[in-house]
């Protein structure tokens, strides 16, 4: 018989990290009290989630890496907007920061959550911060309460 593991949203008990941009600050604002309400709702407790507010997007791995380094963290969530503009420095911060984020959780085997939106407009972003789309702060604050309890069960 085969033995299945799947993370539960489970927060209690759980201690995490929440990297977010004040770039686009009216967005990634609405996303973090997202990725709060979330955490708390399934268990956290406040004193148990840290924040740490980069300039921009760009320097989010970095500050992503010293929580996850830390051992003060289950989890990691990723907060920021990149809103397309008219020359190719949205591709380049989307891709790296990307990787950057995907290296930092491999590397340290810490789970670090995608919740940077990555849109053309400025409605969009709205959008996805809490209106039609939803709010993809709470959503990577969902995927770091499963994946802290994931990564506890297969250890």
């Known amino acids: 018989m085969s033995v299945t593991f799947e ?3 489970l927060a209690a008990g759980l201690r995490f990290g929440i990297v977010v941009s004040r770039w686009n600050s009216f967005i990634t604002e609405r996303m973090l ?3 709060m309400d979330t955490l ?6 406040e004193d148990d989630i840290e924040i740490a507010r980069t300039p921009g997007t760009w320097e989010i791995p970095i500050a992503a890496q010293r929580f996850a380094r830390s051992g003060r963290v289950h989890a ?28 930092v959780s491999l590397a340290t085997d810490v789970p670090v959550t995608y919740g940077i939106i990555t849109v053309e407009n400025l ?3 709205i959008e996805r911060a809490g209106s039609k789309a939803g709010n993809k702060g ?3 604050a969902a995927a770091a309460i499963e994946m ?5 069960d297969l250890a």
């Open 123 to 125: 409605e969009q972003a």
């Open 138 to 140: 709470a959503e990577a």
């Open 148 to 152: 802290a309890n994931l990564l506890r």
């Open 76 to 103: 990691v969530v990723s907060v920021g907007c990149l809103i397309r503009g008219s020359t190719p420095h949205f591709e380049y911060l989307a891709a790296e920061v990307t990787k950057g984020l995907a290296q």
């Open 33 to 35: 009290s997202g990725a």
């Open 7 to 9: 993370g539960k949203l």
């Open 40 to 45: 708390i709702r399934h268990g956290a407790v």
